[in-house]
């Protein structure tokens, strides 16, 4: 991976039933890239990850989003799965924490269901984007330019569908987090929250 992210917080924001291998893989190529990653929830404690439809493992939230301070974080990761998104999109603390990343022009990655935290805080409107196929409609009615790729760049947002792309995520997504602020990315989160 050509750019590193030595030094970088990366706030990852889960809820329970997030699905366990689009958080596990790219933090751990984000941690093996120099970052320091924290998972960042709607509540203390573990949280439940889920392989599809099964039951995963625990992990341990490091800060719940009413505590966490974006501002503290350089850049911000969104993994899917079905439960996931639907958990953080209903709560304002999580979607305001998401506007920071984009009105400070700070990179941010999401993956499968993932954007659907970003259509309820109102920042995809104009964007070029990829998501799980399912969902593309409802990314396409919120104003994206949905596409089916593996991995989609636009201005420091880095978009992916599935499992399977995970490996072209990560590297877009440290390509990313590793060059840091975007303006057009603030710009944009400017003119779409003010409308």
Do not use: Y
């Not at 989003?65 to 304002?92: K, Q």
């Not at 305001?96 to 805080?121: M, N, W």
Request: aromatic share 6%; charged share 30%; with cysteine.
């Amino acid at each position: 991976m050509n750019k590193k992210v030595t030094g970088k917080k990366v706030a990852i924001l889960l809820a329970d039933g997030f699905e366990q291998v689009e958080m596990t893989k790219p933090r751990e190529a984000l941690d093996e890239a120099g970052a320091e990653t924290k998972i960042v929830s709607l509540k203390p404690g573990q949280i439940q990850g889920m392989h599809h439809a099964d039951k995963g493992d625990k992990f341990d939230v490091d800060l719940a989003v009413a505590d966490a301070r974006p501002e503290e974080f350089d850049a911000l990761m969104i993994p899917g799965g079905l439960l996931n998104p639907d958990a953080l999109r209903s709560n304002e603390d999580a979607l305001e924490f998401a506007r920071h990343f984009f009105r400070a022009g700070k990179p941010v990655a999401a993956i499968c269901h993932g954007p659907q935290v970003l259509i309820s805080a109102d920042l995809v409107r104009g964007r070029k984007m990829t998501s799980w196929p399912a969902i593309q409609a409802d990314m396409r009615n919120a104003g994206a330019r949905w596409v089916d790729q593996e991995v989609v760049v636009d201005n420091g947002l880095v978009t992916s569908r599935k499992p399977d792309d995970i490996p072209a995520f990560n590297k877009k997504m440290i390509e990313e987090f590793g060059e840091g602020r975007h303006e057009a990315m603030a710009q944009t989160a400017d003119a779409t929250l003010e409308t």
